[in-house]
């Protein structure tokens, strides 16, 4: 027997359309990258978002088609994230600082079918755009980006401001993100509308983003990054207005937070260092700022404090791309009134609570699950609506048997039901929000002549959160200096990829399978920098 309610599919689509017809006058302000501010609304959004989508089905869109984007946050990413699902479509947003080989490869993976790029990403597309036979049409977001290019405006000029969308079930995709961080080839992260709806709802909680109709939300978080943390859904949810700047100088943010009443903000710590920098040389107060999320590294203690003791609440945060990316959050527990300063800063510190929709276990190496004491450290795994289960194009699922999806993260959870990541098994460093693959690190040192092995781990940095360190060990008849290992890697890796110190040493720990034992170097350094 079925319940008496009303059927009725949950589509992102629907999210928009509320905020349109209830919130179609709350503004949503970019600062372009030419340093142009335009002001919109979601009235504006929702309809310029039907012409792309009607746009897309003149062009002959199938259901699930993607449309790739390479873009800062700015009102057109917005409408695309609208426009593509309106047309059955799926956004996919790529990460400019990805290699130009992730870059190809993601882009044919995807099969992009149309490709919107910001005018300071041209150089680029320029570049990569015939490796890319899938692009149909590559579209400049911005007015005017030379060449040959079209604008957006002109793209979606025909379109039909009043287009029906495109209707299907709520387990239709309409988001892709690629993961790019470990071995291998990037992996991509398909989310759905049923998911996105439900991760949106989250964010709404208050004890997850807090954003309501008088919020005003500044994500400095790059939409471009794990499903823009769920805030261009969330906040049209809301109703709430936004602020999206395509740059990401600490001035320019400083000064749209202050002027433009911004309430709420979104970012990895790398950033909000840069702010206080910027703060500390111009001075005035935070404005209207009064929540801030910090995520996708751990948020050092000294930020929390300062933001903590200038009267703003600090939602830390853990998540991953295949998370969609809310998994935790730091919201107040029930005894926060009766908790000292020093209490709740440790609080803080640690990852955060579980929200409703997702569950979170850690097991040990036999996979027993293991007690919350705070103490039993393993493996994090994660459940619910909006985690991944199989990546896009596999053909297995990424689970356990039985049904949970492993992070990679080593984690405790504490009897408050806290979590706490403590580790990391994944191979991987995290600068500045961004990954540096550990092991392509390694694969390109050991290409270098002298060298017999080679291991990269990131170590703490006050600054990037995470900087990559090399250990290398030369083959018996070879004398090689630092100096030769940075000009063999310089102009084969990212400059942001260079390591920050590099060690020789005579021999690297291993496993008893032959792997080599990061956690060992990572707490040799560790006794070494701080004492046992
Ligand atoms: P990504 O898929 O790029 O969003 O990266 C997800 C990974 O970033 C997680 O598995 C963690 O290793 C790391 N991460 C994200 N948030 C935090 C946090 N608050 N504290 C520590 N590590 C984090």
């Known amino acids: 027997m079925l319940g008496g309610m009303q059927s009725h599919e949950m589509r992102v689509t629907d999210i928009l359309d509320h905020a349109a017809r209830e919130a179609t006058t709350r503004e949503i302000v970019t600062y372009w990258a030419d340093g142009c501010l335009q002001r919109s609304n979601w009235g504006e959004v929702g309809s310029m978002a039907r012409q792309l989508a009607s746009k897309l089905t003149q062009i002959g869109w199938n259901k699930a088609d993607r449309v790739g984007t390479l873009a800062m946050n700015h009102l057109h990413h917005l409408v ?37 790029f910001d005018a300071m ?8 755009k015939e490796h890319m036979p899938c692009v149909e049409h590559f579209v400049c977001f911005d007015s005017d980006c030379g060449g040959d290019y079209m604008s957006f405006a002109e793209f979606i000029a025909d379109g039909d401001a009043e287009f029906d969308w495109v209707t299907g079930s709520e387990r239709d995709p309409c988001g892709l993100c690629y993961t790019s961080g470990t071995t291998g080839n990037p992996k991509g992260v398909l989310y759905e509308h049923r998911s996105n709806v439900i991760h949106a709802m ?13 919020s005003v939300m500044l994500p400095i978080v790059p939409i471009f990054h794990a499903n823009g943390w769920g805030a261009p859904y969330g906040c049209a949810m809301a109703g709430c207005g936004m602020v999206l700047s395509a740059s990401n100088d ?12 911004v309430t709420h903000s979104a970012g990895v710590p790398t950033v909000w260092l840069g702010l206080f920098g910027e703060m500390d040389a111009s ?12 995520g996708g590294s751990a948020a050092p203690r000294a930020m929390i404090e300062r933001l903590t003791q200038a009267g703003i609440e600090v939602g830390h945060a853990w998540g991953m791309t295949e998370t969609s990316p809310i998994g935790t959050i730091g919201a107040r527990p029930a005894n926060w009134d009766a908790m000292s300063y020093e209490e709740r800063i440790d609080l803080i510190q640690k990852q955060g609570r579980i929200p409703y929709g997702v569950q979170l276990r850690v097991v040990d190496e036999d996979g027993v699950v293991q007690p919350r004491d705070g103490k039993s450290s393993g493996h994090l795994q994660i459940k619910g609506v909006w985690i991944v289960q199989r990546y896009f194009k596999a053909e297995e699922d990424s689970l356990t048997d039985d049904g949970w999806f492993d992070t990679g993260d080593i984690a405790v959870i504490h009897p408050d039901g806290v979590m706490q990541i403590t580790d990391r098994d994944k191979d991987i460093i995290k600068s500045g929000g961004e990954w540096i693959s550990s092991i392509d690190l390694e694969n390109t040192v050991v290409g270098c002549p002298g060298v017999a092995e080679a291991a990269a781990i990131g170590v703490p940095h006050p600054k990037w959160d995470e900087r990559p360190m090399l250990f290398v060990v030369c083959k018996a008849d070879a004398t090689l200096t630092a100096d030769d290992i940075t000009s063999y890697l310089t102009d084969k890796i990212a400059k942001w990829w260079m390591p920050d110190e590099i060690r020789f040493v005579p021999e690297l720990p291993h496993t008893a399978t032959g792997k080599i034992l990061k956690r060992a170097l990572r707490e040799q350094l560790r006794v070494e920098r701080e004492g046992a």
């Open 80 to 116: 695309t994230y609208y426009g593509a699902a309106g047309a059955g479509g799926v956004v996919h947003t790529v990460n400019p600082r990805l290699s130009a080989e992730h870059i190809i490869y993601i882009v044919n993976h995807a099969e992009d079918r149309v490709f919107f």
């Open 121 to 128: 990403f041209r150089p680029i597309i320029d570049a990569l």
């Open 202 to 214: 989250s964010l709404c909680m208050p004890d997850v983003f807090d954003i309501n109709a008088r």
């Open 250 to 261: 600490p001035k320019v943010l400083w000064k749209l937070i202050r002027e433009e009443g």
């Open 283 to 294: 001075g005035g107060d935070y404005g209207d700022l009064r929540y801030v999320v910090i």
